[in-house]
């Protein structure tokens, strides 16, 4: 059974960091792309980051370039996004999410792309 869970999440102050991380279990993710995506109360799903297999390729949303970084570690299964400088405009569910079906990372923002899906962790900013 594929399973990817998120942790990390929680309350913050403006201006604060958090760092979240997902464990993926249950097949080798050997090659995949894989790609962080928020959801706040109301809106749609938002593309955040992604990373492929190597690392060498990253792309990040515009609202978060700059304040978010998103590595891996292949040994470990699992991929992080470090995020700074928060704002209450972030305050959303944040879920992880894998993909073998990306040739061009900006083809990384769709979602329907991804096949595996965690079941997310709540990041709350307060102002």
């Known amino acids: 059974q594929v399973e990817l869970a998120e942790s990390g999440g929680g309350l913050v102050q403006a201006g604060g960091s958090l760092r979240l991380s997902c464990a993926a279990s249950g097949r080798t993710f050997r090659g995949y792309v894989m790609g962080w995506f928020r959801q706040a109360p109301g809106k749609e799903r938002e593309f955040v980051a992604a990373?492929?297999?190597?690392?060498?390729?990253?792309y990040y949303a515009d609202s978060v370039k700059g304040r978010f970084t998103i590595s891996r570690d292949n040994a470990k299964n699992t991929v992080y996004l470090q995020m700074n400088s928060l704002k209450p405009e972030d305050t959303a569910v944040y879920c992880c999410?894998?993909?073998?079906?990306?040739?061009?990372?900006?083809?990384?923002?769709?979602?329907?792309?991804?096949?595996?899906w965690g079941q997310g962790t709540q990041v709350t900013v307060s102002s």
């Open positions: 999410a894998a993909t073998n079906r990306v040739a061009l990372m900006f083809d990384a923002v769709i979602p329907s792309r991804y096949d595996y």
């Open positions: 990373i492929s297999w190597s690392g060498g390729n990253i």
